[in-house]
């Protein structure tokens, strides 16, 4: 079936890393993404990782891939304010484009 | 750079009345997809089209239906409208790159229906 699971809030630190976990059923989904959603606005695509991959850099995220436990992972380095939001993870299903939400996990970040 | 247009970003409406939400796409994108996302929820998928024909369909009530226009965009038709529609929706686009099949897609800013 098509779940996906993600917890549902993470307070850091400002200058601290970030580790938001994701976990998915859908083994045909050949991407899995990772969307930021600020109060009130629409979502950001941040960054996404073909399933034959265990790792993607980008800048100050790196996502890894978990494939046989289907389990996700978003690593923000030096976790800003700014960074304070709600994070997506989504799969898509057999590769039909349409996207699977998690519940999305709040992102708090102290000064 | 272009992003997907969403109008209008506000609407309300009474309950069993009509309401139509549009999406115009980023140009040279070919799908659009159709989300709603209640209060404190995740987007739920509504429906999907590519090249103008549906190519998939999620949660949609049988009270809303959707078209893609031979300009690329699309409209939401919602009819008798019930409170429980209250909700954001977002309409996302992206472009098939080929031998790539990676669905990136882009957001709108949703609209955010109020139903009374």
């Known amino acids: 079936g098509e779940d996906v699971e993600q917890s549902l809030f993470l307070s850091v630190r400002e200058g601290d890393s970030s580790v938001i976990n994701c976990t998915y059923t859908?083994?045909?989904?050949?991407?899995l993404y990772w969307y930021k959603q600020e109060p009130g606005a629409g979502l950001q695509l941040l960054t996404y990782?073909?399933?034959?991959?265990d790792m993607k850099q980008d800048q100050r995220l790196t996502v890894l891939l978990n494939k046989k436990d289907k389990h996700l992972s978003l690593r923000i380095a030096d976790t800003q304010t700014g960074d304070s939001a709600i994070y997506f993870c989504?799969?898509?299903?057999?590769?039909?484009?349409?996207?699977?939400f998690g519940q999305g996990t709040t992102l708090q970040v102290k000064p | 750079a272009a992003g997907v247009i969403q109008s209008p970003r506000h609407l309300i409406k009474e309950k069993r009345e009509t309401a139509t939400l549009k999406c115009y796409p980023i140009?040279?994108?070919?799908?659009v997809y159709w989300y709603q996302q209640g209060p404190g929820q995740d987007p739920q998928f509504l429906i999907s089209f590519y090249e103008k024909m549906q190519s998939d369909k999620g949660s949609i009530p049988d009270r809303f239906s959707a078209q893609q226009f031979s300009d690329y965009h699309s409209e939401l038709n919602m009819s008798s409208l019930e409170l429980g529609d209250s909700a954001l929706y977002f309409c996302?686009?992206?472009?098939?790159?080929?031998?790539?099949?990676?669905?990136?897609?882009?957001f709108g800013p949703g609209t955010r229906l109020t139903v009374t």
């Open positions: 996302a686009s992206s472009q098939i790159t080929a031998g790539q099949r990676a669905y990136e897609q882009y």
């Open positions: 990782i073909f399933s034959n991959m």
């Open positions: 989504a799969e898509s299903p057999g590769n039909t484009g349409k996207l699977i």
């Open positions: 140009p040279r994108h070919d799908t």
């Open positions: 859908d083994s045909s989904s050949t991407y």
